[in-house]
């Protein structure tokens, strides 16, 4: 009898245990039911495009709007969807050249300005440097004058030492000494130019006059000269008067002469 209660008791469990299991299957399958129905609607009113504002677009609408239109100009806004824009191509313009070419040409190759004209010349201009004048011309004398009357020499021409008595020491004469009265006046010795005029501490004042390749220094002159450099002087024209020559102011009055042949010292006394 026992046995028999417990058998029945056994049999009344096992249906129990089954019981809970199904109960529980169901349960799972309702939670998964509900899930997948969740996750369907989610995504099924994300794709599907509505006409209010702030609605999410489809993919294709969003990748023709992201699309760059091939020229601005040449395209026309067909409408707008959700805050984005469709472009749609115009027809292009009957040219040689595409309106975008020439445009792009535009702006690499800017217009060349225009020359300006050239300036007219006004009174203000300042006036063309003077070319530089030819040299004075004169034809050389044959032969050469005393510069003075008497034409007589008190010292001549040395390259060797001799006693100087204004000096008081040995020093060479590379000159010749005429005689002349002081204040006489001076002739240029031949036809030539005025290359210089100057003062020297020891000479006095000095004409230094070309004569062709030769070159005579004047010296011992008074304060003026009759004569300025640039001048052509003809053989026998004034050119000056007789002082002193001042390491000669011993000696009596004379015209102190020099004389130098295409750059070479010469004794003066040769050329007369």
């Known amino acids: 009898m026992a046995m028999h209660r417990m058998n029945e008791q056994d049999k009344e469990k096992k249906k129990s245990g089954r019981g809970g ?23 099924s009113g994300f794709l599907t495009p509505t006409d209010t504002d702030g609605a999410k677009n489809t993919v294709r609408d969003t990748l023709t709007a992201i699309e760059p239109a091939d020229d601005p100009e040449d395209t ?6 959700h805050g984005t824009t469709s472009a749609v191509p115009a027809e292009p313009e009957p040219s040689d050249v595409p309106k975008s070419e020439a445009a792009g040409r ?17 009174e203000e201009s300042e006036p063309a440097e003077p070319t530089a004048a030819e040299p004075a011309s004169y034809r050389v004398s044959e032969r050469f004058v005393y510069p003075v009357s008497s034409g007589e020499v008190l010292a001549a021409y040395t390259d060797i030492p ?30 030539g130019i005025v290359k210089d005029a100057y003062t020297d501490m020891l000479l ?18 008074g304060e003026t000269f009759l004569v300025k450099p640039g ?34 010292v010469i004794d003066p006394a040769s050329l007369f």
């Open 21 to 43: 299991f199904y109960a529980a299957l169901a349960i799972c399958v309702l939670a998964i039911g509900i899930a997948a129905w969740s996750t369907y609607d989610t995504m």
């Open 106 to 122: 535009a702006e690499i190759e800017p217009e060349k300005p225009a020359a300006e004209p050239a300036a007219a010349p006004t």
């Open 204 to 221: 006095g004042n000095i004409l230094v006059i070309e004569h062709g390749d030769v070159e005579i220094r004047y010296c011992g002159l």
């Open 76 to 81: 026309v806004t067909a409408g707008h969807a």
């Open 162 to 191: 001799v006693y100087s008595e204004t000096m008081r020491d040995y020093r060479v004469h590379l000159g010749m000494d005429l005689k002349a009265k002081r204040g006489e006046t001076v002739k240029a010795a031949a036809n």
């Open 231 to 264: 001048e052509v002087v003809t053989a026998g024209q004034d050119i000056g008067s007789v002082t002193a020559a001042p390491f000669e102011s011993a000696m009596e009055t004379h015209l102190h002469l020099e004389a130098a042949e295409n750059g070479q």
